[in-house]
C-alpha cells in the first residue's frame, strides 16, 4: 500500500538501494543510505533501481512508501533504519521515519507513512 504524495530528487552519496530509509548526504543536494536511527530522515528511496555514487535517486518525502524492512513489525510501530537501511522498529533514542501501515518480517516489503521524529533518550 502507498500513496507517495511528495518525491524529490537527490544526488546519490553513495550508493542506495531500493526501499531503503534515506538521509541527508555531505551536501544539500545529495542523500544517503541510512546505516542506523542516529541521523534524521529525508524519506525513502523510491523504486527506480539502484543509485551509484552520483547518479540521481527519487526520495518519497511524504504520503505512505514502500519500505523493505529488516525485522518483524507490527502495525503502529514506530520504524528507524538497521546496518542495511531496512526499515525496523525503533527504540529509544532512534530518529523515527514514519510509522508501519502493515506487520512484516525480514525481507518483505512493507508500507510506511512518513512522519519524521524522533523518540527521546532515556
Do not use: C, W
Amino acid at each position: 500500500m502507498k500513496n507517495e504524495l511528495y518525491i524529490k530528487n537527490f544526488d546519490a552519496a553513495s550508493e542506495v538501494q531500493p526501499h531503503r530509509l534515506v538521509v541527508f548526504g555531505d551536501s544539500d543536494t545529495k542523500a544517503a543510505q541510512a546505516t542506523d536511527g542516529s541521523a534524521a530522515f529525508i524519506g525513502v528511496s523510491d523504486s527506480l533501481g539502484a543509485a551509484d555514487a552520483g547518479e540521481p535517486m527519487d526520495v518519497v518525502m511524504a504520503g505512505a512508501a514502500e519500505v523493505e524492512l529488516g525485522g518483524t513489525v507490527t502495525r503502529g510501530d514506530r520504524l528507524t533504519a538497521d546496518a542495511q537501511g531496512r526499515a525496523v522498529k525503533a527504540s529509544a533514542g532512534d530518529h523515527i521515519v514514519g510509522i508501519a501501515m502493515m506487520a512484516g518480517d525480514a525481507g518483505d516489503h512493507g508500507s510506511v507513512m512518513i512522519d519524521r521524529s524522533a523518540i527521546p533518550a532515556d
